[in-house]
Nanobody
Framework: QLQLVESGGGLVEPGGSLTLSCAVSGSTSSGDYVIDWFRQVPGQEREEREGLSCLSFRDGTTYYKDSVKGRFTISRDNAKNTVSLQMNSLKPEDTGVYYC????????????????????WGQGTQVTVSS
């Protein structure tokens, strides 16, 4: 079982940047999982969390939702066992609670992360984009 802890949220002005980090612990030795980033905006139910990005620990392949492609970058730091989400050119509509999540599968879905596929969640970190 994996445990996930996010950090790095905060308040940023439109056009600014922020980096979120997800510390991964537990049964990490197999590497047979993917790490996703989701966003939940105010008024959304948990089931409506939006899957933004995914990284496979099997082969390093990634997925980005069109709305963040070219602005967000997902990456891993093997030494620290963390997965980061670098967010640039932030917009007010990027505001929300960001969750990292783990799926016990080899590869990211070509359709993007889905809430019902997730096996483990972090606690979430708030990102607010506002002037």
């Amino acid at each position: 079982q994996l445990q996930l802890v996010e950090s790095g949220g905060g308040l940023v002005e439109p056009g600014g940047s922020l980096t979120l980090s997800c510390a991964v612990s537990g049964s990490t030795s197999s590497g047979d999982y993917v790490i996703d980033w989701f966003r939940q905006v105010p008024g959304q139910e948990r089931e409506e969390r939006e899957g933004l990005s995914c990284l496979s620990f099997r082969d390093g392949t990634t997925y980005y939702k069109d709305s963040v492609k070219g602005r967000f970058t997902i990456s891993r730091d093997n030494a620290k066992n963390t997965v980061s989400l670098q967010m640039n050119s932030l917009k007010p509509e990027d505001t929300g609670v960001y969750y990292c999540a783990a799926e016990y599968t080899f590869y990211c879905s070509m359709y993007g992360p889905a809430e019902f596929e997730v096996d483990a969640w972090g606690q979430g970190t708030q990102v607010t984009v506002s002037s």
